[in-house]
């Protein structure tokens, strides 16, 4: 049992030295690589009171979604490069927060947020593994608003006429920080944590507001391979 232990050590100290002595070309100058991978997008809510004649503290929270997601980066040097990346739409649950938490969904709605990303990537192309941070620039677009009976009691208690509502688009930042790891000089997988600033208006068919922080943290686990 001793020798099979040590034989086993020895093996997987060769495997390890060989994995580190890799030349895998990673993001290098003028390298196109796309990547698949899944995305988890939280908003992280700081709502205002949707306005009178609501009752004071009507506040809302956003559920998470997870979608598929195409990311395409092309390397500018061998440290630096743009990304952008291709998903579909995220599909959000609106829930009643504040003095009207516990009234459940208030609402859906789907967003898409395309970022461009400039990266620097740390260490040299060889690497086996590459740290790298990103500012992006990102573009939230919301479609597809439905609210529920429990909005429309909420916002117009009485009336027959459901309440309809839009969120308003916007443009800001987000920023990125991510390690890869490489396999071969072809293939690679990678983790990214993106924060964006967003802040953003509830606008109602009754002609009431809402202010919301939303400040959504994506998570994105890929696997890529270079051109």
């Known amino acids: 049992m001793k020798v099979r232990f040590n034989s086993l050590c020895k093996a997987l100290g060769v495997a390890a030295a060989l994995a580190c002595a890799s030349t895998a070309s990673a993001q290098s100058a003028g390298q196109l690589t ?3 991978g899944a995305n988890q997008l939280t908003p992280k809510v700081e709502s ?3 306005s009178a004649p609501a009752l004071p503290g009507s506040k809302a929270d956003v559920g998470k979604d997870t979608q598929p997601v195409l990311i395409f980066a092309y390397g500018l040097t061998d440290n630096v490069s743009l990304e952008a990346a291709l998903g579909t739409p995220y599909k959000h649950k609106i829930y009643g927060a504040g003095a ?3 009234t459940g969904e208030l609402g859906t709605v789907q967003a898409l947020p395309p970022t461009l990303f400039v990266q620097y990537r740390f ?3 060889n ?4 740290p790298f941070v990103g500012i992006g620039a990102t573009y939230a677009y919301f479609m597809k608003e439905r609210g529920s009976a429990k909005m429309t009691a909420i916002t117009n208690p009485g ?3 459901p309440t309809t509502f839009s969120i308003d688009n916007k443009f800001t930042y987000t920023g990125q920080i991510g390690l890869a790891m490489n396999f071969n000089e072809k293939w690679f997988a990678d983790v990214t944590v993106n924060k964006s600033k967003l802040r953003t208006d509830v606008q109602f068919s009754t002609g009431q507001t809402q202010h919301m922080k939303l400040d959504p943290v994506a998570v994105v686990l890929a696997v890529g391979y270079k051109f």
């Open 159 to 161: 009336s027959g006429v």
């Open 127 to 130: 690497a086996l593994f590459r």
């Open 48 to 50: 205002g009171d949707i």
């Open 123 to 125: 260490g040299a192309p």
């Open 34 to 36: 796309a990547k698949i």
């Open 100 to 102: 009207i938490a516990g």
